[in-house]
């Protein structure tokens, strides 16, 4: 074989490798994640090409000074009785962090947006009423600050099936 057939196999091995680890490491923090819900402040859109979704604002992103905050960094909460997250400070590194505290890790490509990298919830087609009352969007997050958004919740802390 060329040399060039070896380095496009190669390519696709390490291609196929890291999505591999990147599933894996999906999976483990829906595992292992601490259960985080956030405060929504939700919008209902419709989309032709991807069914019906929820565009996802959280409550946290617009508590602080957009100004004065750094393009990527992290979100310092505590969690209360009901695992609510309440915001502490935006950080721009994962320390200092205290016993009890917790990182959601942020962008925010415009000063006036902040991503945590789940804003939006999809759900089959016909089935929006249902999400109506969606009040809090449950993510599993871990010790890095990474968060995957697993479910919506009402506003009694129930999940929204």
């Known amino acids: 074989m060329k040399i060039k057939n070896w ?4 390519n696709l091995f390490l291609l196929l490798g890291y999505f591999v680890y990147s599933v894996l490491g999906k999976e483990k923090l829906l595992k292992e994640g601490t259960l985080v819900l956030l405060e929504l402040a939700p919008v209902d859109p419709r989309s032709l090409m991807q ?6 604002r959280y409550k946290i992103a617009r508590d ?3 100004d004065s905050i750094p393009k990527r960094g992290y979100f310092v909460v505590k969690l209360d009785a009901n695992s609510v997250a309440q915001p502490i400070r935006i950080q721009p590194g994962r320390e ?5 505290e917790l ?3 942020y ?3 415009r000063s006036w947006d902040m991503n945590i990298g789940a804003e939006s919830y999809f759900f089959q087609e016909g089935k929006a009423a249902r999400y109506d009352s969606a009040r809090y969007g ?3 997050i ?20």
């Open 7 to 10: 380095i496009i196999l190669l």
């Open 96 to 100: 200092p962090r205290s016993t009890g």
């Open 142 to 161: 871990d010790a890095k600050g990474n968060s995957l958004l697993v479910a919506l919740y009402d506003i009694d802390g129930n999940l929204i099936k």
């Open 107 to 109: 962008t925010a490509p």
């Open 64 to 66: 602080f000074n957009h």
């Open 103 to 105: 990182l959601i890790e």
């Open 51 to 56: 069914g019906d979704y929820m565009q996802l």
């Open 138 to 140: 449950g993510l599993r």
